[in-house]
Structure formats: C-alpha cells, structure tokens
C-alpha cells in the first residue's frame, strides 16, 4: 500500500521560507517520478514540481521557479520541497504524490497545511 505523509508546513510571513517533507513507504520509491501538487482554498488541485527517480531532472510552474526548490533522498525515502520567499498566493495544502512528471493524479497524502500572511 502506498503511503505518503507530508509534514513542515505552517504559518510564514511573506517572504518567509519553509521546508517540507514527505516521507514515503510501500512502494518503490527510488524508482519512481514524484511531484508536489497544492490546493489553494477554493481552488482545484495545481501541479507545483516533479523531480525524476535519480533527482537530476526537475521541473516547475512558472509561479514557483527560482523560489522553491524540489529534492529526495532515496536511501531514506523522502522527498523535500524548500519554498523561499514565500507569498501569499503561495497559501494552499501541499500534497507529494506520485505519478507521471507534470501529474495531479497520482497517489497522494494528506497534505501539509502552508499559510502565508502577515
């Protein structure tokens, strides 16, 4: 069965940063795309970022590149998302999930709660 747990969100200021986690299990890992999908209040599900199985190739949404930065760690079966300069429009439940680059239809946890305001 798969399994994702995300954790490390919170309440930021704009232009605060935050590091999310999303610790995986039954499956393989390693071997598998992964990607970090949000739900802004309201709104539906937006692909933020995939990372190949090797961690070489990344990809982003235009409203993210040069602020968040995706990563794993595949002997520990983990995937990272650092978000940096943090603004409000960023406020949304950030899931991991996995299935193919660009995908909101895979598997996915239960989501780490962001919220950016002053």
């Known amino acids: 069965e798969v399994q994702l747990v995300e954790s490390g969100g919170g309440l930021v200021q704009p232009g605060g940063s935050l590091r999310l986690s999303c610790a995986a299990s039954g499956f393989p890992f390693s071997a598998n795309i992964m990607n970090w999908v949000r739900q802004a209040p309201g709104k539906g599900l937006e692909w933020v970022s995939s990372i190949t199985p090797s961690g070489l190739l990344k990809y982003y949404t235009d409203s993210v590149k040069g602020r968040f930065t995706i990563s794993r760690d595949n002997p520990k079966n983990t995937l990272y998302l650092q978000l940096n300069n943090l603004k409000t429009d960023d406020t949304a439940i950030y899931y991991c999930?996995?299935?193919?680059?660009?995908?909101?239809?895979?598997?996915r946890g239960q989501g780490t709660q962001v919220t950016v305001s002053s």
């Open positions: 999930a996995t299935g193919s680059l660009r995908s909101t239809l895979g598997n």
